[in-house]
């Protein structure tokens, strides 16, 4: 019985789509629809899917970040360097040939005009200490070379370099009275240095009138384990008055703005989309069904149950779904993987670059929601199917 | 034409399934264009709304760098300079790092002047204006935090600190104002308490905000303010109030083209559903057009009625869409108005709206309509 059931539902699944092509316009919109939104939804995502790839780039879990207390950026914050010592003497900090890995910086936002919009956007520029680079582990100069000490020199993230006007090799720029030339591009595997302009701490104070004072100190630790007792050690000194995070978790927290903001509008153009998307596919699969009416009364006449009746108006609702949905994630990953952009973060009220990036995870997200619409736009039609009384049915013209 | 009406309307109730269906997808359409078009309008922070005379000078190198305040008096000798006052950003916290307050230093005494847009009570502003720690505050940071007049508050800063060793800056609530242009969220106090309490930048201002008499001379004016501190150590860079502020939505990336796509995206996926269910209904009918053809409705009137029905359609789904989406726009507002300054679904939503369904409408019908028109009654009848 069983197996007869199961090869009622695959003979009837079989014949809807063999003869789905007579129908090709209407599932074409059907699919079309759900291809859309599902362009449109990983396009949005990946946005997101970006920034957080910078993020994960960005924070080590062993680096820690020192501001003055109550500041929430660098940006607001400073330190200085009679504090930035004594922080520096903390024995939690790792050594290498050239002494401690821990560098004094500076930071601060100067007006680039942007490729895509053409209007000044804040560039970060920051002032690093000789082991600054250290302090980014996959650090490297990938055209011209570093700036110098003490020269008026800066080398330009790559991302930086990509979105902003002018920020190429042997360029100089003019920010006040000083002149600045730019010596290099370097990357950082995609973190969010990328995003910015670098120069050597002295060079930055002196062009700034910034005296001997700093605005963060990143230090390498021993090991992540080593984070909590030097926040202890630093909090508990009376000579200073800072907080600590980690490399990771201030970046985490200087994302969350702008992270909810792309998701919640991704979120809400999926739902409104989608909805769009299942009437579409609804009513290609009523029209499917009322096409169908007379074949599918036959079909019950001839002895065949409800079940494969309404398997096979759900299956061909499934297909739809998945086939758009691929459609729709292909383009979506051609058109966005990779294209690259940046934005301003409120939370550092500067510029970050990123790239959009369609991960195998966001596809896979996408092709199941697709699923779900192609699923609900067959439901409702393949119940009509299988209530369809036979005699009024076979009637119909 | 209208006496065809009750026809377009029965033909729509034929099958109510298909369409309700048609009439929900261009609801979503336009409910999704409409706040679409509303994210726009909050992310471009009302440039539309900008003062046309007033302008903005700011550090050229950056809006973090100071300018001496010893500027203010110079940019008011410039011809054609009627006010000028100073805006100081604060970085204001209220008790958690996540509740950051948009605040903002300045001059009382101007500040109504200079901003004629924001309202408070003659004898509000007379107390803000003689209390030096006094504060005024937005309706909805008001709401937020459950402040009310003769509140005395704390805030701190994420960039300044006070010289009595602390980061906490207290101030008294001297009135809530109602702005006109969507702010509701900031609050400003006494440039001279702020500057005389913190440690460090004293005698600076953030930026110098400008009114002038003509706003047809705004370049020629902001150019001569730049030429006053030409090759100074602190530069300056003036453009008008609304190129600073739509710079400033610029630095989002390019918005509004990615919106467009998006909006793109939804009207092709649209005008596919709407245009294939119309062209289903013709095909359904066909023998009844050709009856009507032979009762003597002429080609044009036929064509007329089809395209008649999908005007119908993507009118009646277009306004119902667009009115959602102001209704819903402003319940929006109450939950964003933490990030940007909203004012709702913008007007001209409605304008671009009625073009866009008028075009949905229209591009929907060809390929029915010219179905319609061709057809011979003869073909028409035999089909049966």
Same mark, same amino acid.
């Given at each position: ?397 | ?232 150590? !602190?530069? %300056? ?9 739509? =710079?400033? @939505?610029?630095? /989002?990336?390019?918005?509004? &083209? ?90 001209? !939503?409605? %304008? ?9 409408? =229209?591009? @929907?019908?060809? /390929?029915?309509?010219?179905? &319609? ?12």
């Amino acid at each position: 019985m069983s197996n007869n059931a199961l090869a009622q539902v695959a003979t009837v699944t079989a014949m809807n789509i063999r003869n789905m092509s007579a129908r090709a316009a209407s599932s074409i919109v059907a699919l079309v629809g759900i291809a859309g939104v599902v362009a449109v939804l990983v396009g949005v995502l990946s946005i997101g899917e970006g920034f957080r790839a910078v993020l994960d780039d960005s924070g080590a879990r062993d680096v820690a970040i020192v501001l003055r207390n109550g500041a929430t950026d660098e940006l607001g914050s400073n330190l200085t360097l009679a504090q930035t010592r004594i922080i520096a003497d903390n024995i939690l900090i790792a050594r290498d040939a050239e002494g401690i890995v821990a560098s004094p910086e500076l930071y601060v936002v100067v007006d680039v005009p942007m490729k895509s919009t053409g209007t000044a956007a804040n560039v970060p520029l920051r002032g690093v200490g000789p082991q600054g680079p250290k302090l980014r582990q996959n650090f490297k100069i990938v055209a011209g070379r570093m700036f110098r000490p003490g020269m008026f020199e800066v080398v330009v993230g790559r991302g930086a370099s990509l979105q902003f006007e002018g920020l190429t090799v042997g360029n100089t720029l003019k920010w006040g009275t000083t002149e600045w030339t730019i010596t290099g591009i370097f990357e950082d595997a995609g973190s969010i240095a990328e995003s910015e302009i670098w120069t050597n701490d002295t060079a930055l104070q002196g062009a700034y009138n910034r005296g001997p004072s700093y605005q963060s100190l990143r230090v390498k630790l021993t090991s992540a384990a080593a984070v909590q007792p030097f926040k202890d050690a630093l909090t508990a000194d009376p000579r200073l008055n800072v907080r600590v995070f980690t490399e990771r978790q201030y970046y985490e927290e200087k994302s969350q703005t702008l992270v909810a903001l792309v998701s919640t509008v991704g979120a809400v153009i999926a739902v409104l989309m989608g909805l769009g998307a299942v009437f579409a596919a609804l009513n290609t699969m009523y029209s499917a069904v009322s096409a169908r009416s007379r074949e599918i009364a036959t079909l019950r006449a001839l002895g065949f149950g409800a079940v494969p009746v309404v398997t096979s108006v759900l299956t061909e609702g499934v297909l739809l779904g998945l086939f758009g949905g691929a459609v729709g994630a292909t383009v979506a990953y051609f058109a966005f993987n990779g294209v690259r952009a940046s934005t301003m973060n409120f939370d550092t009220f500067s510029q970050v670059s990123f790239a959009f990036t369609v991960t195998s995870s966001l596809i896979l997200q996408a092709l199941l929601y697709a699923l779900l619409l192609g699923l609900l736009g067959g439901l409702l039609p393949s119940l009509r199917a299988a209530r369809l009384p036979i005699a009024t049915g076979l009637r119909e013209l | 034409m209208l006496k065809y009406l009750p026809l377009l309307w029965a033909n729509l109730g034929r099958k109510r399934i298909r369409t309700a269906l048609t009439l929900a997808s261009v609801v979503i359409a336009f409910l999704l264009y409409g706040l679409l078009q509303t994210m726009n309008a909050a992310l471009t922070g009302g440039a539309e709304l900008a003062g046309v005379d007033r302008l903005m000078t700011i550090h050229k190198i950056s809006l973090i760098q100071p300018l001496p305040s010893s500027y203010l008096n110079r940019i008011r000798s410039v011809e054609g300079v009627k006010l000028a006052t100073s805006q100081d950003w604060f970085g204001g916290i209220y008790q958690d790092d996540r509740n950051q307050v948009a605040s903002f230093a300045v001059e009382p005494e101007l500040f109504f002047e200079m901003y004629p847009e924001y309202s408070l009570p003659e004898d509000r502003k007379a107390a803000w204006i003689a209390d030096r720690q006094g504060i005024i505050v937005g309706q909805s940071v008001a709401q937020r935090f459950g402040w009310k007049v003769g509140d005395r508050i704390s805030l701190r800063s994420n960039i300044y600190s006070n010289k009595d060793g602390t980061t906490a800056w207290d101030f008294n609530i001297c009135g809530i104002y109602a702005a006109t242009n969507g702010d509701s969220n900031s609050v400003y106090f006494h440039y001279k308490y702020f500057n005389e309490a913190r440690t460090f930048g004293e005698d600076n201002i953030g930026y110098a905000v400008v009114r002038i008499d003509d706003p047809d001379r705004a370049a020629e004016i902001a150019a001569k303010i730049d030429a006053l501190f030409a090759n100074s150590s !602190a530069e %300056t860079k003036t453009s008008t109030e609304k190129a600073f502020i739509q =710079g400033f @939505a610029n630095q /989002l990336g390019n918005i509004g &083209a990615l919106i467009a796509w998006v909006a793109s995206a939804v009207f092709f996926t649209m005008l596919l559903v709407t245009a294939n269910t119309m062209g289903q209904s013709i095909r359904e009918r066909i023998n009844e057009i050709g009856v009507m053809k032979t009762l003597g409705f002429s080609n044009p009137t036929v064509t007329a009625l089809v395209l008649g029905e999908a005007m119908l359609i993507t009118a009646l789904g277009g306004f119902l869409g667009l009115m959602l989406a102001s209704l819903l726009a402003g319940a929006l507002a109450n939950v964003v108005q933490q990030f940007f300054p909203t004012l709702g679904m913008p007007a001209h !939503a409605w %304008t671009s709206g009625a073009v866009l369904i008028v075009m949905l409408g =229209g591009l @929907a019908a060809i /390929l029915p309509c010219a179905q &319609a028109f061709r057809l011979k009654i003869v073909d028409a009848l035999r089909k049966a």
